[in-house]
Nanobody, 115 residues
Framework: QVQLVESGGGLVQPGGSLRLSCVAS????????MGWYRQAPGKQRDLVAN???????NYVDSVKGRFTISRDNAKNTVYLQMNSLKPADTAVYYC?????????WGQGTQVTVSS
């Protein structure tokens, strides 16, 4: 079993910053992709950013230039640095990791951007 635990969410004012972390533990193979998804109330869960094993990254257009995804393989951890946050970024953020056996999800962490 693989467990993913997110942290770093919270309440922040528009224009502020947060850094999300996701630590993987358990029966870990080499993840070929790790990423962050988000789900706002009444909406589907969508990809925010991911990082592939070779280091390439992908971002949804709405966060380009504001969010940065990074990965520390030695710590089995993926980060999401979120700057210039907007109310539209409010959602539950989920960590995802994929290996040859399947896809794994964390429990989610709430991010609320409000004045």
């Amino acid at each position: 079993q693989v467990q993913l635990v997110e942290s770093g969410g919270g309440l922040v004012q528009p224009g502020g910053s947060l850094r999300l972390s996701c630590v993987a533990s358990g029966s870990i193979f080499s993840f070929y992709a790790m990423g962050w998804y988000r789900q706002a109330p009444g909406k589907q869960r969508d990809l925010v950013a991911n990082i592939i094993s070779g280091g390439s990254t992908n971002y949804v257009d709405s966060v380009k230039g504001r969010f940065t995804i990074s990965r520390d393989n030695a710590k089995n951890t993926v980060y999401l640095q979120m700057n210039s946050l907007k109310p539209a970024d409010t959602a539950v953020y989920y960590c995802n990791a994929r290996d040859p056996r399947g896809s794994y999800w964390g429990q989610g962490t709430q991010v609320t951007v409000s004045s």
